[in-house]
């Protein structure tokens, strides 16, 4: 197989503009399928979550499942869609091995949800409009396992395993309009947008969302047209990227791979494409017209599915704070610079410093803990922040105990290693690592005297003007109190005794 040839990146965008579009497939977290009571599970031996529904033997009917429908709909109102007050089910008719039915039951030109948008904010915070052309319901493929072969592929196999355990798991397709406009940006924004659609799924609560599970999948539609011409040109169509860094590849990629076919005056090929990690590459899969002939007809075994206005309101009104909205508010509230928000988002610390926040600590001061203190720790142990160990209530004790001028910063710094190592609470590992600043004067004179009866003649030079000695004393000081005392005090009390002018 040769290997493409591909233009300079910055050099395509002087004659063309690339026009995307993606097919994000999403799987549900239902307890049983799309059409059958067997078990939505991920994981299981192979072959074990199947009946007779999802092998298609004769004679049986399936039943639509009502939580699907549900999570369907959600996901079409957080798409900002509209939903279609009937709609219906299709058989999409292909014979391969990992369907046993023979075709898909998907829906084809009623889909559940339609003509929504999704407003995507790019790192620099510039936001771009993705239209959503439609969200419809159908049920996932089972699993082929291409054995003897190199990277699994079915070329050079020598048998294939197929698991139908997947075989009828609830999905919804998402498919977007074409997207103009993104230029140079387009594999950013094909990144974010899927990020952005993962995590609104995830916090409906109808995925789990897992890239690396198959449970969010996308098809990335590329072309380049030339710069003011109307027409798009043919598109690529790279097939099941499956991690958000190889999305925005896989489309940085065909829009330079592209560049280069038109450049050498060829045609592109209207195909779909798979990706390949290792090299960054893709590769020509099956060539796929637009009129590919599914020989799509509704489904004879299912009625139409009515969504009552109520029943959309009804769900409507549980759906949760859009995650975009949510960052927004909480940035407003805390005061944080964007710079300073986008660290904490992306150091995975928002939701900690939330609940920090509600348990009384002021925003910039749960910032300075948890950035200050926790996510080097956490980086270094090679763990997310919240499952080091240190809660927000610790966060809110050791922070009372510094301003209560109980301990300063360097030992609190020590309470949470305590924490950590399993010493008790802050006030526990305070008691048993004997911390606390010494505030008393009493026992600062005593050691201070100590000091200056140990370098007289230091003392001597300070009491002759030369002040900036004074730092052997303070450090005898800090040395006899184990760092446990207030420096700037210390220098004042010796300056006192001395009677000398600071
Ligand atoms: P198919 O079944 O062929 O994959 P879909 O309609 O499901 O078709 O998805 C095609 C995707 O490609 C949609 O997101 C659509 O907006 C997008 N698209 C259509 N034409 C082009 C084009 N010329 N260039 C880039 N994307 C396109
Ligand atoms: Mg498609």
């Known amino acids: 197989m040769s290997a493409d040839e591909i233009l300079d990146y910055d050099s395509v965008f002087e004659k063309y503009e690339p026009v995307l579009g993606f097919e994000v497939h999403v799987e549900l977290n239902t307890k049983t399928k799309m059409f059958s009571s067997a078990p939505n599970e991920f994981g299981d031996e192979p072959n074990t979550n199947v009946n007779e529904v999802d092998l298609g033997l004769p004679g049986v009917l399936p039943v639509v499942?009502?939580?699907?429908?549900?999570?369907?709909?959600?996901?079409?109102?957080?798409?900002?869609?509209?939903?279609?007050?009937?709609?219906?089910f299709a058989r999409k008719n292909y014979f391969y091995p990992d369907t046993p039915k023979?075709?898909?039951?998907?829906?084809?030109?009623?889909?559940?949800?339609?003509?929504?948008?999704?407003?995507i904010e790019l790192e620099d915070g510039e936001v771009f409009r993705v239209e959503i052309e439609r969200a419809h319901m159908e049920e996932d493929a089972g699993k082929l396992t291409h054995m003897g072969g190199a990277a699994g592929r079915i070329q050079g196999a020598d048998y294939s395993l197929v698991d139908y355990n997947r075989?009828?798991?609830?999905?919804?397709?998402?498919?977007?309009?074409?997207?103009?406009?993104?230029?140079?940006?387009?594999?950013?924004?094909?990144?974010?947008?899927?990020?952005?659609?993962?995590?609104?799924?995830?916090?409906?609560?109808?995925?789990?969302?897992?890239?690396?599970?198959?449970?969010?999948?996308?098809?990335?539609?590329v072309s380049l047209k030339p710069i003011g011409q109307e027409?798009?040109?043919?598109?690529?169509?790279?097939?099941?990227v499956n991690s958000l860094r190889a999305v925005e590849h896989a489309v940085r990629f065909e829009i330079q791979r592209h560049g280069a076919v038109l450049e050498s005056g060829e045609k592109v090929v209207q195909e779909t494409r798979h990706w390949h990690e290792d090299t960054r590459t893709t590769t020509?899969?099956?060539?796929?017209?637009?009129?590919?002939?599914?020989?799509?007809?509704?489904?004879?075994?299912?009625?139409?599915?009515?969504?009552?206005?109520?029943?959309?309101?009804?769900?409507?009104?549980?759906?949760?704070?859009?995650?975009?909205?949510?960052?927004?508010?909480?940035?407003?509230?805390?005061?944080?610079?964007?710079l300073e928000f986008r660290d904490v988002v992306n150091a995975g610390v928002m939701d900690l410093i939330e609940e920090?926040?509600?348990?009384?600590?002021?925003?910039?001061?749960?910032?300075?803990?948890?950035?200050?203190e926790v996510v080097g720790r956490a980086k270094a142990a090679e763990v997310d922040p919240g499952e080091l160990g240190i809660t927000p209530d610790v966060i809110v004790q050791v922070n009372g105990l510094v301003e209560a001028g109980k301990i300063n910063n360097k030992m609190a710094s020590q309470v949470l290693d305590g924490v950590l190592a399993g010493e008790g609470s802050p006030e526990e590992v305070v008691a048993a690592r004997g911390l606390a600043v010494v505030s008393d004067d009493g026992p600062l004179l005593e050691a201070i005297d100590a000091a200056l009866a140990a370098q007289p003649d230091v003392a001597e030079k300070i009491r002759g003007g030369k002040v900036q000695a004074i730092g052997a004393i303070v450090g005898g000081v800090m040395k006899a109190t184990r760092g446990q005392a207030d420096a700037g005090r210390v220098r004042e009390l010796i300056l006192e005794k001395l009677g000398v002018e600071g």
């Open 356 to 372: 920090t926040v509600a348990a009384g600590l002021k925003a910039a001061a749960a910032r300075k803990w948890w950035m200050g």
């Open 167 to 221: 075989a009828g798991v609830p999905l919804v397709e998402i498919v977007t309009k074409p997207i103009v406009g993104a230029g140079k940006r387009a594999p950013e924004l094909a990144k974010a947008y899927v990020a952005a659609v993962r995590e609104i799924v995830k916090n409906l609560g109808v995925s789990d969302a897992r890239m690396e599970r198959g449970n969010v999948r996308c098809d990335a539609n």
């Open 231 to 240: 027409k798009f040109g043919t598109r690529s169509e790279t097939k099941n």
């Open 65 to 88: 499942n009502k939580a699907a429908v549900e999570s369907s709909i959600k996901i079409g109102l957080a798409l900002n869609c509209q939903i279609a007050e009937t709609c219906r």
């Open 284 to 338: 020509s899969g099956r060539p796929k017209s637009d009129a590919d002939d599914y020989r799509y007809f509704p489904e004879p075994d299912l009625v139409p599915v009515v969504a009552s206005r109520e029943w959309v309101e009804e769900l409507r009104a549980t759906l949760p704070e859009p995650p975009a909205e949510r960052r927004k508010r909480l940035k407003t509230a805390w005061g944080y610079s964007d």
């Open 102 to 119: 023979n075709f898909q039951t998907s829906q084809y030109d009623e889909p559940i949800a339609f003509d929504g948008y999704l407003d």
